[in-house]
């Protein structure tokens, strides 16, 4: 069975940047897509980006021009490079990979998990202003 293993993350002042990295194992993202989601203590689970194969690559409103997703060449790893981070940003950030379309948003990230897809393990962000 297949897995995502999340790295990066961590803490940062505004302004700062981070990058979040997603590896997979036991498949790659030749026959899947992938995306970020976030989810912020009370608020909804937001889907962030999303690397889609036949569709156009989204990103939420919030962090248009601000973050980018992208993939390594051998298709195993998805990144999530956020730049300009404001203290809104602060989350738990999670990679999924699944068949697209992606949900904009869902109650809860773990309960989305069960619903669809692999889920990575989560990493917090934190952006102190």
């Known amino acids: 069975e297949g897995q995502l293993v999340q790295s990066g993350g961590g803490s940062v002042q505004a302004g700062g940047s981070l990058r979040l990295s997603c590896t997979a194992s036991?498949?790659?993202?030749?026959?899947?897509?992938g995306a970020w989601y976030r989810q912020v203590p009370g608020s909804e689970c937001e889907l962030v980006s999303s690397l889609d194969r036949f569709r156009p690559t989204y990103y939420a409103d919030s962090v248009k021009g601000r973050f980018t997703i992208s993939q390594d060449n051998a298709k195993t790893t998805i990144y999530l490079q956020m730049n300009s981070l404001k203290p809104e940003d602060t989350a738990v950030y999670y990679c999924?990979?699944?068949?697209?379309?992606?949900?904009?948003?869902?109650?809860?990230?773990?309960?989305?998990?069960?619903?669809?897809?692999?889920w990575g393990q989560g990493t917090q962000v934190t952006v102190s202003s």
């Open positions: 999924v990979a699944a068949i697209g379309p992606f949900r904009v948003s869902g109650s809860w990230c773990s309960n989305m998990a069960r619903d669809f897809g692999s």
């Open positions: 036991g498949f790659t993202f030749d026959d899947t897509d």
